[in-house]
């Protein structure tokens, strides 16, 4: 009888069945690790020649599989995902250029933006886990630091690329929030932040100008309490014509 109702259940909820805890998303795993190793296979992305790198890679992308299985389980589970991502990050970057090059900057850079597709790729899943979408960003924001370091040598140790990245993360905190009155806070976060980085990059770039960054930064203090004073009597008066009237 106790079979019968749990099969009836898997039937009600497929996610909820071990057949579906393989084939999920382990599935799109698999088919996404197949087209990577043909794209290499055909030399369209570039490898390692060396036979060392080649066996590790390979242990590794099957580490994440492991991983990747694991994490179906439901529940507190999805905890797998980041040792999943950690390993398919090592593998790729393995088998493209070498163990030894690991802790290069840029391999460092593609290190950090693998980790940040990890983080996202848990909120994705478990949309109520938003708490994934703040390392995703500063994973994602030390990845474009570090290009972004590359291309404009001026920017050197500066972070206004990460600290942009901090502000979007908290941004989509709110966008996809359900609850959005409850996190208004992660709005005027995210704006204060983006904002900031915004201004220190341009500084940074002209820093030529910096009698005209002073005067903005003043008026910038200025106008910012008034428009949370705005923000907030919107929101109060949304709340009033949203209420039920007696």
Same mark, same amino acid.
Not at 60 to 75: A, K, M, P, R, S
Not at 123 to 146: D, E, N, V, Y
Not at 160 to 173: D, E, H, K, N, T
């Given at each position: ?183 208004? #806070?992660? %709005? +005027?976060?995210?704006?204060?932040? =983006?904002? &900031?980085?915004?201004?220190?990059? /341009?500084?940074?770039? !002209?820093?030529? #100008?910096? %009698? +005209?960054?002073?005067?903005?930064? =003043?008026? &910038?203090?200025?106008?910012?309490? /008034?428009?949370?004073? !705005? ?16």
């Amino acid at each position: 009888m106790e079979e019968l109702k749990k099969k009836i259940m898997a039937d009600k909820n497929p996610q909820d069945s071990f057949l579906f805890w393989k084939t999920g998303f382990v599935g799109i795993v698999l088919v996404l690790c197949g087209i990577f190793f043909l794209l290499m296979n055909f030399r369209i992305i570039p490898e390692s020649g060396d036979l060392n790198n080649r066996v590790l890679g390979v242990l590794l992308f099957i580490t994440g599989i492991v991983f990747t299985f694991f994490q179906g389980g439901g529940g507190g589970l999805f905890w797998f995902l980041i040792p999943a991502g950690v390993s398919f990050t090592v593998g790729i970057i393995t088998l493209i250029v070498g163990i030894d090059q690991l802790f290069s900057i840029v391999n460092l850079g593609f290190f950090c933006l693998g980790l940040a597709v990890t983080f996202l790729l848990i909120f994705l899943l478990r949309k109520t886990a938003w708490w994934a979408l703040l390392p995703a960003g500063a994973l994602a924001g030390i990845c474009a630091w570090i290009m972004l370091a590359l291309v404009q040598p001026a920017i050197g140790f500066h972070p206004p690329a990460l600290i942009f990245f901090v502000g979007l993360s908290f941004l989509s905190v709110y966008f996809f929030s359900v609850q959005k009155h409850k996190m208004r #806070f992660a %709005l +005027f976060t995210g704006l204060i932040i =983006v904002t &900031a980085a915004m201004l220190y990059y /341009f500084i940074v770039i !002209f820093y030529v #100008f910096t %009698l +005209f960054w002073a005067i903005l930064l =003043v008026a &910038a203090g200025i106008v910012f309490p /008034f428009a949370i004073l !705005f923000f907030e009597k919107r929101a109060k008066r949304h709340e009033y014509f949203e209420k039920p009237q007696a």
